[in-house]
């Protein structure tokens, strides 16, 4: 009998917007069930559709802030049944869900853009991430 598995794709793309046909052609190469991108460099004028790829649902978060770089895509294969994890966590850029993959009670996936200075939200900005992944950990575990 064989172990389940499914493929996972992660990039970081340094703005996905010029590079979608690139991620086409990596989608339609590796056929990957998940795929994580970070720094997307998304923001609220870009439309879901522009971004959109065929067989996937798109979950994404973009930075709160008018400042250039970050944001986090997650595109989940359709039938996956992705579902939402809701956090009270004050971290800006994330995005978790639950999977029903086959041959496992349930994965979860997290995709967050953990800046590596605390200059774009100020202090504490490292303790916040910790705090958000405790507070799934005790969702989830408890």
Known sequence: ?????????????????NKCEVLEAMVCNYEPDVIVITESWTHDSINDSEIALKG?????CDRPL?????????????GLGAVQVNVDANFPEY???HLKIKGFESLLIDVCCRT???????????????????????????
Do not use: Q
Not at 56 to 60: G, I, P
Not at 66 to 78: A, C, H, S, T
Not at 135 to 142: G, N, Q, R, S
């Open 66 to 78: 008018d400042i250039r770089g970050g944001e986090v895509l997650l595109y989940v294969k359709l």
């Open 56 to 60: 996937y649902n798109l979950f994404r």
């Open 95 to 97: 995005v978790w869900r």
């Open 116 to 142: 590596p200075t605390e200059r774009i939200y100020g202090v504490n900005f490292h303790e916040k991430l910790r705090d958000l992944v405790c507070e799934v950990a005790e969702k989830i575990l408890f």
């Open 1 to 17: 009998m064989s172990k389940p598995h499914s493929k996972c794709m992660y990039t970081n793309a340094c703005s996905i917007i």
